[in-house]
């Protein structure tokens, strides 16, 4: 062991470090690493020592876990201590800041949490700190603007918030200042134009407002300034076009305006420019930028450019990326564009190029991508393509270019994408293409393409996901598999708008098994005698193909065979084309398979119900074919019940399609066609499920494919229209579907005696021949729809024993006579404070489902009224025979009169009636005042008895039961009542008749 100038420090730091250590690697599978001699820390080979004091520790990249301990501020002459690059957990300890000599500080690439402790700024000697690359929060400390000696300043890949602190103006040694990828806002501050020495700022990927301040003008010394990906905006600054010795420049991705200043030139150094993405950023290009010789990455895509190439950017002969991308620019491709010998990139798509693409583009050895999509370049494909081996990407999308696809475009081995669609180019599709074994895209469509796709083409571009042959004059069989079929990567295929022959494979999922699109549509167009005919140049070269899956290609020589005759050339009539023969149930087997289509071809034979298996698939287009047969309920099932299915056009029976199929409604287009899906089979369909169906205590044939005129409860006329649903009391619930509404020729709906609940469906009031309505006794809330007037044909309509709010009015009755004909909960009591206000209803009921009518008076039967007659007629008799004894035996026995006297005064003493036969005008008045006062109280009780108001005190004689359409009188008193209240009234009114006689 080397000499120990002091013992106590070494022990105490020996104890912080195997703290430090164990924390960090608790199995202790590291030890090999730090030397044989176990004992000697100052001999390992991760720790550094000066006079046997810990100075260093580099632990980087030793798949360490753990955390860092508090104890490491035991280790007071440390000045390095580098943990980056592996799993390090917990927070950073606050106690790294007592390290007051420490200078370099790595904890990079770890997963440490929390934030950055307000201690650092202790660490008056660091020079490096490294932080990024963890999950460490948080803001930037303000007090790190105190370690004046920070060289570097790395917190970049955090998730830091908040601004950047002025405060960090304070750091003027600094010479890297690496924020990027964080989460911080704000403007970047001016102090940062005091950081004289800063060689490195990139504050790119945050979220950075405002514009850029202008004394950054003063970084005089910065190489790199990278603030791309941010929300910067207004014009650059001219200050920056000063910063003579720039290498980097990228701005990308902000929001600046104005124009690219002339003052670029000044940039000498300048390698790498980017502005793209700056869509607000116009002007034209200035011719200045040829200044920038040594300008080897130039991106300027995106930035709404407009005017001419500058002609001196072709001069910039070490350009490795140019990037032009969606502009307005204009101009040629010039031939000294073979100067740029370095160039790997050419992006000038989407922008107004023209003329053609010139030979010496295979001077450009090194390119990879060449991107000239959407101009205006005609001419053909410059031959020399072919020397462009390191070319991956092909791009000459919608563009006017002519002539034939080279055949040594086959040379380009490297190639992964090669587009070519939206032109004119013709003749046949290369056979050499086959070479292609990395081209992953190869999109050829909306071209004049002729003849046939070359066989077993799809096999051997064993890497292809994707091929588009769309939309051009293709013939031949759609699949050509010479040999022993095998596996592709074949994602997506389009072979459709040509006229190519052939049958489905039954083998396509073991050949495509992850194909997602699959397009073969519109390979047939109806013309007379399904003859199909375009323009060659030459009939050689199909000579061989006589025939095509069994159809006739013709050399037609001088025939006419179309509408318009060329006297250069030939022309080819081909006979019987399209898809043909039956879907393989084999399809069902591309689990991956999200569009299919079909549509305007010759496939035959029914569909398959395996189809039904194809969990994923979104579009099956069978359109225009002749598919026969019927329809298999199970297709229902395909992309779970979400799949777009068209199969209008073709030849299936006329009959009722599977319910399943036609509930789809939009999804599929037969559910359009009466015969096959009529409305009113799915409206009956819908509101079974709507009402709980399954739990119907009666729901016989419902739901089935039995003819829904038979399902138990239905009744329709002879046009197969639905006139009657009467479903009262067989256990309904949940609500009433919509799609009620499409039943037009109901007559009668009863559905009362259940259990539905929610609102009334508006739609009823589509139901114009709707005459008997029973809502009744069920939980229907709400209010009655205004819709409900337009039901002008109803007769009875009961809506009673529900929780229905509101007015009910406009309602128009045909038969306004029955009690029956209109009832609504308008009685009291009532479930809410006021009970439903219904002017035209017959029929009030009330909470207890107790009823009355609405014209306010006591109704009686023939017979009581009768009887009612006879007491009255009766009472007055006696009343006027009572008072013709009184003159008739005026002059009586006065013992007679004597011995009744004591009798009758004590009978009728009090009675007003005494005055009336008394024989003085005085009492005959008194009696008349009585019986005034005694009429107007019982006016006040019978208008008691009118059940709208509510303080009525009658009870409500009427009920209207669940299992009738019909209102019934329950409490009408009978023949014998009415009896016995004519001896009771006689037993008080005899009295004091006699009482007056007498």
């Known amino acids: ?318 350009l490795v990326e140019l990037k032009v991308t969606n502009n307005t620019l204009k101009g040629i491709i010039p031939k000294k564009i073979g100067n740029f010998k370095s160039l790997t990139t050419l992006h000038l798509g989407l922008n107004n190029f023209e003329g053609t693409i010139p030979e010496e583009i295979e001077e450009l050895s090194e390119l990879n991508y060449l991107h000239l999509n959407e101009n205006d370049f005609t001419g053909s494909i410059p031959n020399t393509i072919g020397k462009l081996f390191n070319m991956k990407e092909l791009n000459f999308g919608n563009n006017s270019m002519t002539g034939t696809i080279p055949m040594n475009i086959g040379a380009l081995t490297s190639l992964k994408e090669m587009i070519l669609q939206g032109n004119s180019f013709s003749g046949t599709i290369p056979k050499e293409i086959d070479g292609l074994k990395n081209l992953t895209l190869l999109n050829l469509s909306t071209n004049n393409l002729l003849g046939p796709v070359p066989s077993n083409l799809f096999q051997d571009l064993i890497s292809a996901e994707m ?110 084309m399209g898809l043909r023969g039956p879907i393989p149930a084999d399809i069902s087997n591309l ?33 225009d074919n002749k598919l026969t047969g019927t329809l298999p309920s199970k297709i229902a099932l395909m992309g779970n019940g979400k799949t777009i299915i068209r199969l209008n056009g073709n030849r299936f029976e006329e009959k009722l399609a599977p319910l399943s199929l036609c509930q789809l409604e939009t999804s599929i287009d037969i559910s359009r066609v009466e015969v096959m899906c009529p409305l009113e089979r799915n409206a009956l369909s819908f509101f079974f499920k709507d009402t709980k169906g399954s739990s119907w205590t009666d729901s016989t044939g419902w739901d089935t494919e039995q003819n829904y005129c038979e399902w138990r409860y239905v009744t329709c006329n002879d046009d197969k229209k639905i006139t009657r649903i009467e479903l009262s009391g067989k256990g309904l619930s949940g609500s009433i579907s919509a799609y009620i509404g499409n039943l037009t020729s109901l007559e009668t709906l009863d559905l009362s005696n259940n259990e539905i609940k929610g609102t009334l469906p508006e739609v009823l009031g589509k139901l114009k021949n709707l005459q008997f309505l029973r809502l009744s006794y069920n939980a229907f809330t709400g209010t009655v729809p205004d819709t409900f007037a337009n039901l002008t044909n109803l007769t009875v309509f009961q809506l009673n024993s529900n929780q229905i709010t509101g007015k009910i009015e406009n309602i128009t009755m045909k038969n306004t006579e029955k009690k ?94 005494i005055f009336v036969l008394g024989g003085k005008l005085k009492g005959f008045a008194v009696t008349i005042a009585v019986v005034i006062i005694q009429i107007s109280l019982l006016a006040l009780f019978f208008r008691a008895l009118d059940r709208s108001s509510k303080n009525h005190v009658v009870m409500h004689s009427w009920s209207c039961p669940k299992d009738k359409a019909t209102c019934e009188l329950e409490l009408e008193p009978s023949q014998l009542s009415w009896i016995l209240f004519f001896f009771v009234m006689a037993f008080k009114l005899v009295p004091d008749i006699f009482s007056g006689i007498w």
């Open 1 to 318: 062991m080397s000499n120990v100038s002091n013992e106590t420090f070494y022990k105490q730091e020996r104890k912080a470090l195997d703290i430090l250590l164990n924390n960090l690697n608790q199995d202790g599978s590291r030890w090999d690493l730090y030397g044989v001699n176990k004992e000697d820390h100052c001999n390992w080979k991760v720790i550094k020592c000066v006079d046997c004091r810990i100075t260093g520790i580099s632990l980087s990249f030793q798949k360490l876990q753990g955390f860092i301990s508090p104890e490491i501020n035991q280790l007071l002459k440390l000045t390095s201590l580098n943990l980056d690059r592996n799993s390090i957990t917990g927070t950073i300890p606050k106690e790294i800041g007592d390290l007051d000599m420490l200078e370099y500080l790595d904890l990079s690439e770890n997963e440490l949490e929390g934030s950055i402790p307000d201690e650092f700024s202790n660490l008056l000697n660091l020079k490096r700190l490294k932080l990024y690359s963890n999950s460490v929060g948080g803001s930037i400390p303000k007090k790190l603007g105190d370690c004046l000696n920070l060289l570097e300043l790395s917190l970049y890949e955090k998730f830091l918030t908040g601004t950047i602190p002025e405060k960090i103006g304070s750091l003027t040694s600094l010479t890297f200042m690496k924020l990027e990828r964080n989460l911080l806002s704000g403007n970047i501050p001016k102090e940062i134009g005091s950081l004289i020495n800063l060689v490195d700022l990139n504050l790119s990927s945050n979220f950075l407002t405002g514009s850029i301040p202008t004394n950054i003008g003063r970084l005089s010394k910065i190489v790199n300034l990278n603030l791309m990906e941010n929300s910067l905006q207004g014009n650059i600054p001219r200050e920056v076009w000063s910063l003579s010795n720039l290498v980097v420049l990228d701005l990308n991705y902000n929001n600046f305006t104005g124009s690219i200043s002339k003052q670029i030139q000044r940039l000498a150094k300048l390698r790498e420019l980017y502005l793209g993405s700056n869509p607000l950023l116009g002007g034209a290009i200035p011719e200045e930028i040829g200044a920038l010789v040594n300008l080897e990455y130039l991106w300027l895509d995106f930035c709404n450019l407009a005017g001419s190439m500058p002609t001196k950017i072709w001069s910039l002969s070490k």
């Open 467 to 576: 091929i588009n042959f769309s939309r051009n004059k293709l013939i031949g069989p759609f699949f050509s598999f010479n040999g022993n079929a095998q596996r592709t990567r074949l994602r997506k295929l389009y072979l459709d708008h040509n006229y190519m022959s052939g049958t489905l494979p039954f083998f396509l999922s073991d050949v495509m098994p992850r194909l997602e699109i699959l397009n073969l549509a519109n390979n047939v167009e109806k013309r007379r005698n399904d003859q199909k005919c375009f323009m060659l140049s030459k009939c050689s070269g199909f000579n061989s193909l006589d025939s095509i899956s069994g159809s006739t290609l013709v050399c037609c020589g001088d025939r006419v065979c179309s509408t318009k005759f060329y006297e250069n050339g030939m022309e080819i009539c081909l006979f019987g």
């Open 591 to 623: 689990l991956y398979l999200i569009k299919a289509d079909f549509s305007r071809n010759s496939l035959s034979g029914t569909v398959p119900e395996d189809l039904g298996l194809l969990s994923r698939i979104q579009y099956l287009y069978l359109s």
């Open 820 to 913: 029956y004909s209109l009832v609504a909960d308008c009685g009291y009591p009532s479930l809410f404070e006021d009970p439903v206000k219904c002017d035209e209803c017959k029929m009030c009921c009330n909470s207890n489902d107790e009823c009355s009518p609405t014209n306010g008076k006591y109704n009686l039967t023939s017979p009581n009224i009768i009887l009612i007659a006879f007491i009255i007629i009766s009472s007055a008799f006696c009343f006027l025979l009572a008072g013709i004894s009184k003159f008739c035996f005026s002059r009586k026995v006065e013992k007679v009169e004597k011995e009744l006297k004591d009798f009758l005064e004590k009978l009728g003493e009090g009675s007003a009636y």
